[in-house]
């Protein structure tokens, strides 16, 4: 009789340890997926101070990035913080890209970042252009225009600037622009100009314009 209380003993003991064994696997197992989950739901690179002014801060350089909430996209950050993937291969920066999320483009995949394609399309077409991307969270068009001079520095942008910009979709009352088409060819300042003429009659908009052309 005490025999048979002795294995039931036992047999409850190890029924009780392997219900607990369970459970506890089933724990870590669950976070392990929720750890893996929120890695690729919503990883962004944290922000660093960036030393050269370029942008007020940027991303860690180097590092894998996943954003899950509007679809899904993934990434790696270069080697200054900024998303670009596309190999420069030795070719020097013609054109630069500053802006906001927009521009960061961390929603999207990093091979359909605007910088990419536009990289892409460069080189189907044998052309030695190079776009480089510096755009970055919460970089409105002023904090761009404040890093503007520290960006043209760093990176001598051989044919344009291309700002991202939210201004126009407030629709002010007054736009200030200061030599907008400064460095531009002929034929690129008229298309500027043609531009600022329709902003102005469409949205009944006062242009400060400061240029040193006097003719235009």
Known sequence: MAGRTSEKGNTTGKTI?????KVIGAGITAFAILAL????????PVHEPCGNGVTSYVRQADTFWARGTEGFAM???DDSGYNNSYPADGRKTAILMMGSSQTEGLYVNEDDCVSYLLNEKYAEDGSN?????????AHTI?????NLENALKVYRP??????????LAMNPEILVLDE??????????CDIFEILQKIRKQRNAAIVLVSHHMEK
């Not at 907008?180 to 300042?189: F, I, N, Q, V, Y």
């Open 17 to 21: 340890f392997c219900f607990i064994g």
């Open 37 to 44: 989950f929120c890695v690729f739901y919503y990883n962004p």
């Open 75 to 77: 990434g790696t950050t």
């Open 129 to 137: 252009r190079y776009v480089y991307n510096v755009g970055m969270s």
């Open 142 to 146: 002023y904090r761009n225009i404040s």
């Open 158 to 167: 051989a044919e344009y600037v291309a700002l991202e910009t939210g201004t």
């Open 180 to 189: 907008p088409a400064a460095g531009l060819d002929p034929e690129t300042k």
